[in-house]
């Protein structure tokens, strides 16, 4: 049984090789990216609110946008392999109960088949040995989308737009709050603001990228 899963996993390698994230080239080993788009990826090295593995540009920002909108669910876990060793420099698994990625409202949901920030928090949740919890926070369908938006427009538009559904599951947890990209960090301090107020004990945030673009 276990010779044939093995052979079927080198069968799977050999009819689908494993391609760079961004560029799709062929890679001669497991790898997110090809050592050319590997070199666009700029470290994150600046301050830990919210932790975050790069830069959002170069090819990291191809792969995570291939995660969002190009139907590409098999990235997220690549990607949230990245943010592991990330929050483990700054977190143990003692530190957190759940994690809790941002909610996408449930018509795009549906209509993307998987939430991208749910599949970044799996490995995080598994490497912190903490509990993957996606149903305590929901967003309600038909908010207005924050692309575009400066960060006042973006915290008005926010306001109203998350909803904590079963206060409960995070009451008196420490929570480690997962989304794919961080621009205002407006989406976060809204989402944190409500597991605060429902009673979570504490709230760390993660992102695979961060990006300045609207700070000023
Ligand atoms: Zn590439």
């Excluded at 932790?51 to 969002?68: P, Q, W």
């Excluded at 941002?102 to 040995?129: E, F, H, K, T």
């Excluded at 938006?149 to 997962?178: E, I, T, W, Y």
């Amino acid at each position: 049984m276990r010779w044939t899963a093995l052979a079927f996993t080198h069968l799977a390698e050999i009819l689908s090789p494993s391609r760079c994230a961004a560029c799709d080239s062929l890679l001669d080993r497991r790898a997110l990216l090809c050592a050319i788009c590997a070199s666009t990826v700029l470290r994150w090295s600046g301050d830990g609110n919210p932790l975050a593995f790069g830069h959002y540009g170069g090819a990291l920002s191809s792969a995570l946008l291939r995660l969002k909108y190009g139907n590409r669910p098999d990235l997220g876990a690549a990607l949230g392999q990245l943010l592991v060793p990330v929050v483990l420099a700054h977190l143990t698994p003692r530190d957190v109960d759940l994690v809790i990625p941002v909610p996408v409202p449930y018509d795009r949901l549906v209509q993307r088949g998987y939430n991208q920030s749910a599949l970044i928090g799996r490995p995080l949740a598994s490497a912190l040995m903490a509990r993957l919890e996606t149903r305590a926070l929901a967003r309600k369908d038909g908010s207005v989308r924050q692309a575009g938006l400066n960060r006042s427009d973006r915290l008005k538009n926010l306001q109203g737009a998350f909803v904590l559904r079963a206060p409960k599951r995070v009451r008196g947890k420490r929570v480690v709050l997962v989304d794919d990209v961080r621009t205002t960090g407006a989406t976060l301090q809204a989402c944190e603001d409500l597991l605060l107020k429902g009673g979570a004990d504490v709230v760390a945030t993660a992102v695979v990228a961060r990006t300045e673009l609207f700070e000023s």
